[in-house]
């Protein structure tokens, strides 16, 4: 089909990135980690607001709020033109004494935008962009509640034009809430809090902060859970934008009325001092300037979110009645660094420069390599979800909420461990401390080798599993045996433990670590372990593919860190049984290999799902992707592995080209399983059968990135495109959720539909696998490293038709920019940045697909410093 005989067809060029006088659904995200943030709409305007710790309950104030916006007035001395910048007010009626803007580009890469503004009459030029600093590891500067923007104006004719800007916000504080099911948790559910009463605004004027500050009169104990939706909002500009400019301030004005004084104002004179209103929740200032002809101007804005209570507890609906709080204030990691919101305002303005170009570094990087623009942008939007499922409290330890905000049953889940295997990618490699702190939770938390599932809960408790879907649900899971959660706890862990050279890390989780093993041998049916797995929609069984091959993985995984603790005479780990314990492992993973193979290998070239069950599974090769994404190499034999992935990307991608949704026909996505014959398996859980049911994420790294392991590049790669262009062609490009959809509007099947509900039914929500993207560079290279060996794996898989490439790879302790060129046989190292203590490289394993290798040892050890070069000759 062509993209105009889709239901569902945006105005987006993929050529450029630009969405084009199109409203997605959701906004592009701004806002430091575990700070909530809130969206920028893609044809202007503000909204989705989760600043109140409310990522489960953005009502009405919050997703909409109808005072948040930007404008403009123009007047060159006989006429005057003003808009609203915004395409139109997504909550309903625009306010009637204004016009909004009527065209605009927009192009968003996290964490950068920019939008233009375009329309009859507009005599300026004016354009905005934006960004949210975010600097890998520098978790200070990236976990700011602060979204920086600019507005860009350009007087394109010869005459002198006065020009202003208006900047208002609608005080949203007191308005917020938590999630989840009231029924099956009458008294965890959710809470609502939707009062702006004391709420008022204040002027904001030091010598280098201009503007407004919005408070509150609300206050609550220091145990109420009340409290989290308190605090202060800072809109203002920095004393070098007002050079040879002026300030006028609305401290109040009614955002409610459908013809506000204050926008008469501002259209008649661009002064708003005298517009305050008696009642009104919103306030607003306007920067005024002259533009010469030919001039250009640039006004720096900021909004700040001060929030710092985030307390939460137990039995909060039961609480909430009785007025009996014990709550727990986590707080935020940026009270660690600043007392109040004004130090953190200067911080900015004074710092704003330096934070624009360290946040910059990474995406040039990846906007200089060799890889097709369209991948670049898909690997840069991918990061949304860091930024807007993250809680990061006081004390830095990182928690992910599954998806927000995510109707389902449990609310704002963290963890959650099995989902992470495949999430990992952009935290572990860019914040490796918090990443590591994330992991050490998931020890703390399990008991006797079991792994929970989650590990706290952003409404109710963190680092804790006695939360809403923190363990097993028998009656959901048809068991409480959850086999991928100590398996995927264990590869993360491994590879950290590996590529960083962290042996305090592995002495402090190898004893946990032998207990989930043993926990695993408990649930061996025929060597293969039997439980639930991330697939819990559905109960796999006998013989699951996916458990059987990421087994393997984990077993090569303890024998390889075995190992080192066995050369390590300095280990303060003693483990007298670790000689036996190898063997074991050893043993086990012969036995495993052998069972998978003889039960699940059919002899027209697939891995059957389990036993008795003939069909193509779309993770089926998840432990070989996670093997050699953690560098331990392939784990299942490359030819079968490469066969099933022909099989794959013919049932589950060729056999799918359209998808019939409630919206009418739709781009397709991946199957989650097919039969041989290329029909869709629906997934079947007490008695409901559920169709087009598949998290495409997980398919993204088990499958598309897998095959790009296995030498198919091509393949790999379009899967990825298939499953980003649906979202970007079809209006949701940052909240594609956890089934690649768009809220419950578009479900395919009325079961799902009631599973992920949505209050209004446009949205998804944002799912925490996005990330996901960031393994494709050491798919594309092979590279990846071994502290231990000091060894440097390198296995290009150039691009068909292409016999160069230039791409970089990501690692915790250094990036690399490869350059590779298959006529000469040689590779290029470049070291673009180094972090900690420089990492060493002795030779070179050079390494093909299906696992072989040779190495090749460099003239001398090259140190891993900023600008070091090595070339090979392969």
């Known amino acids: 089909m062509k993209s105009k005989d889709f239901a569902q067809d945006v105005p987006y060029d993929e050529s450029t990135g630009i969405i084009q006088d199109y409203c997605t659904s959701r906004g592009f995200p701004m806002g430091g980690l575990g700070t909530g943030g809130f969206s920028i709409f893609t044809d202007g305007g503000m909204g989705m607001f989760r600043t109140n710790h409310n990522w489960f309950k953005t009502i009405g104030k919050t997703r909409y709020p109808r005072g948040s916006f930007f404008a403009i007035r123009c007047n060159d001395g006989q006429n005057t033109v003003a808009r609203i910048l915004r395409g139109r007010y997504r909550g309903g009626r625009e306010f009637a004494n204004i016009e909004n803007i009527a065209h605009t580009s927009f192009k968003g890469e996290v964490p950068f935008f920019e939008l233009k503004f375009e329309g009859p009459g507009l005599t300026v030029e004016t354009s905005l962009s934006g960004f949210t600093s975010l600097i890998p590891h520098n978790v200070k500067d990236s976990s700011l509640p602060v979204a920086f923007f600019k507005i860009m104006l350009h007087n394109p004719s010869d005459k002198n034009l006065n020009v202003s800007i208006m900047a208002s916000f609608e005080n949203i504080l007191g308005i917020g809430g938590s999630g989840s099911s009231a029924v099956m948790f009458p008294l965890d559910g959710p809470v609502t809090y939707n009062s702006t009463r004391k709420n008022y605004a204040e002027g904001l004027s030091e010598d280098t902060v201009k503007g407004l500050i919005f408070k509150t009169g609300q ?10 939706v308190t605090g202060e909002y800072l809109l203002f500009t920095d004393s070098e934008s007002l050079e040879g400019g002026s300030v006028s301030c609305c401290t109040r004005w009614n955002s409610r009325k459908n013809s506000p004084r204050v926008l008469d104002d501002f259209i008649a004179t661009g002064d708003v001092s005298g517009s305050r209103e008696s009642r009104g929740n919103s306030g607003a200032f306007t920067m005024n300037c002259s533009l010469a002809g030919g001039q250009k101007r640039e006004i720096n804005l900021y909004l700040l979110w001060w929030t710092p209570y985030h307390v939460i507890e137990k039995k909060q609906r039961l609480r909430k009645l009785t007025g009996q709080h014990h709550g727990t204030d986590y707080g935020h990691y940026y009270c660690n660094f600043f007392s109040e919101p004004l130090d953190l305002a200067r911080y900015c303005t004074a710092n704003r420069q330096r934070l624009e170009k360290e946040t910059a570094e990474l995406p040039k990087i990846i906007h200089d390599s060799s890889i097709p623009y369209w991948l670049k942008r898909y690997v840069l939007n991918s990061t949304d979800s860091i930024l807007i499922n993250s809680v990061l409290p ?13 109707g389902w049953l449990f609310g704002a889940l963290t963890g959650t461990i099995d989902q992470r295997m495949a999430s990992h990618p952009y935290s572990y490699t860019f914040f490796t401390g918090i990443d590591r702190k994330e992991l050490l939770s998931f020890y703390t938390l399990s008991v ?10 952003a409404d109710i408790a963190l680092g804790s599993h006695d939360v809403p879907y923190g363990n097993p649900i028998k009656s959901f899971n048809k068991t409480e045996d959850w086999t991928d959660l100590p398996q995927s706890l264990i590869m993360q862990t491994g590879k950290m433990v590996l590529q960083t050279g962290d042996i305090t890390l592995l002495e402090q989780c190898w004893p946990s670590m032998v207990q989930m093993m043993q926990f695993l041998d408990s649930c061996l049916e025929r060597n293969i ?7 819990d929609y559905m109960h796999y069984h006998p013989a699951f593919v996916y458990t059987a091959m990421l087994h393997c993985a984990t077993l090569k995984m303890m024998i390889e860190l075995g190992r080192l603790l066995e050369g390590n005479e300095n280990s303060v780990s003693v483990d007298h049984e670790l000689a036996h314990r190898l063997e074991e492992y050893a043993e086990q993973l012969q036995e495993t290999e052998k069972s998978y193979m003889e039960i699940l290998w059919d002899v027209r070239g697939f891995f059957r799902t389990c036993d008795g069950r003939d069909t193509v599974f779309t993770a089926s090769l998840a432990g070989d992707w996670i093997s050699r994404y953690a560098g331990l190499g392939p784990v299942v034999d490359y030819e079968k592995a490469l066969s099933h992935s022909r099989w794959q990307s013919k049932l589950l991608v060729d056999a799918y080209p359209v998808m019939d949704s409630r919206a009418g026909l739709t781009r397709p996505l991946v199957h989650r399983e097919a039969d041989p014959d290329g029909n869709q398996m629906p997934a079947v859980n007490n ?5 087009h049911v598949n998290n495409p994420w997980q398919s993204i790294g088990y499958q598309a990135i897998e095959a790009i392991f296995l030498g198919r590049v091509t393949e790999g790669l379009d899967l990825i495109k298939r499953i980003w262009d649906k979202g970007w062609y079809e209006g949701y490009p940052w909240d594609m959720d956890h089934w690649g959809m768009r809220g419950r509007k578009y479900m395919t099947h009325p079961v799902l539909w009631l599973w992920d509900k949505d209050h209004h039914g446009e949205q998804g929500h944002v799912y925490m696998t996005h990330p996901v993207m960031w393994s494709v560079f050491a798919a594309l290279t092979g590279v990846t490293y071994n502290a231990f060996s000091r060894s440097l794996t390198f296995s290009p898989r150039p691009i068909p038709g292409e016999d160069t490439f230039r791409i970089p790879v990501f690692l915790p302790g250094f990036w690399l920019m490869v350059e590779y060129n298959e006529e000469k046989g040689t590779g290029d190292f470049h070291v673009l940045k180094s972090f900690g203590e420089p990492m060493v490289v002795e030779y070179i394993q050079y390494q093909q697909p299906d696992g072989s ?13 900023t600008n070091a070069r090595f070339p090979v000759q392969l």
């Open 853 to 865: 290798s040779r190495d090749i040892r460099l003239p001398e050890p090259v140190t891993l410093r």
């Open 529 to 535: 372990p039997e439980g639930i797995t991330t697939y």
């Open 394 to 406: 006081e004390d830095g330890t990182l928690y992910t909420m599954e998806a927000v905000p995510w």
């Open 219 to 228: 206050r609550y104990g220091e145990k109420n859970p009340r409290r989290r």
């Open 687 to 691: 008695g409901f059968k559920m169709w």
């Open 448 to 457: 006797a080798g079991r792994v929970p599932h989650g590990n706290g809960h």
